[in-house]
DNA sequence: AATCATGTAACATTTAATGTAACGTGAGTT
DNA sequence: AACTCACGTTACATTAAATGTTACATGATT
C-alpha cells in the first residue's frame, strides 16, 4: 500500500484555513495538495464529521474552519480522518496456535504498543494553535534574518 | 501495501530452528509460516547474508543456526530482512517548498522519530535467547498448571 | 544418473491508499 | 426558471510494496 498522508495533508490543509479569509473549495485546496478535489472532499469529510470543519455548497461556498484551534491536536486529526493503521509492520497471525509465534507475537506487539503510546501521546500534545503558531515564528524570523535589528 | 510480516515469521522460524535439531528444508518453514518455500528462501537470504544461519543444498540439506542466540535481537533480525519501512503514515513530500507544510512534516517526523527511536531501543534490547527463554518458561509454567507441585 | 534442496528471475496477486469519472443535490446568480 | 457553482457519493482505475507462484539453474547426496 502507499504511504498513508491523509493526516500531513489535512494538517497543511487546516492551517492554511485558518490564514484564509472566506471558504476554499476543494478545487483550490486540491491544487494545494497536488491532487484531485474528489481526495479532497472525501478526506475532509472525515473533518466536518468530528465538527472541525464546515462545507458549503453553491456560489461562495467550499471549506471554512469550525473549531477551536487551540482545542483540536494532531492526535485529534489523526483521528478524523480514520485514525488510520500506524504501522507498517506487525504479524498476520493476531491469535497465532503455535506457543512460538505468541511469545513472538507478544514481544514484537508490545514493542509496537509503547511506540504508538508515544506517538500518540506526542501527536496529542499539540494544538492545530501551536502549529500555527510555529509558521508565524518562523516567518517572523525570517523577515528579522532579512533585516536585521541592532541587538 | 499489505502488512510486513518479515520480521515477525523470522522470528517464528528462527525460534523453532532453535529447538530443531540438523537442518530445516523451506519447504517445511514454508508450511510452518503458511506460504511458500520461495518466499522463505528470499527472505532467509537477508538473515544468511548477516551470517545469522547458513544454508545448504542437497540432501539432507536445508537451512540452520549460524550465530549466539545470545548476541542478536530482535533489532538485528528486523535490519537482517531489510530494515523495512516501519510507519504506515507520513508526508508525501520529505522537502515540501511550503513553508506550511514544513512546520507540519517537522511537527509530524519529530513525533515519528522519537516513536521509532522506542520501537528500536526495544527491539534491540532483547535477544532471540531471551526469546526462547521466555518460549522455556511458558512450557514449563503450562506443565505446572497440569501437575502442580506441593508447595 | 536420479533426487533433493537451495538460488534466482520473472510474473501474478493482494491490499489499502490515492486518482478519476460520472452523476446527484442544494445554494446562489442571472 | 434556468444556469452555474461547489459539495456528496458511488464506482472504478491506478499505484506501490509485500507476498504468492512458476520456471529453471546449480550444487550436494544417494
Redesign the interface.
Known sequence: ?????????M??VL??MA?HDGPMTSEVVAR?LGTNPVVVRRTMAGLRKAGYVRSEKGHGGGWSIAMDLTKVS?LDV?RAVGG?????????HPNPD????K??????E???R???A??IS??GE?SLAE?AK??DM??AGAIEARAPKQT
Chains 1, 2 share one sequence.
Not at 511469545?103 to 514484537?108: D, F, H, L, S
Open positions: 500500500m502507499r504511504n498513508d498522508s491523509r493526516l500531513s495533508r494538517l497543511h492551517l492554511h490564514r494545494m494532531l489523526h488510520p493503521r500506524i504501522f507498517a509492520i506487525g504479524s498476520e503455535c506457543a512460538v509465534e511469545i513472538v507475537n507478544e514481544a514484537v508490545g514493542a509496537m509503547e511506540a504508538e508515544l506517538l506526542r501527536l499539540v502549529l510555529r509558521f518562523r516567518c
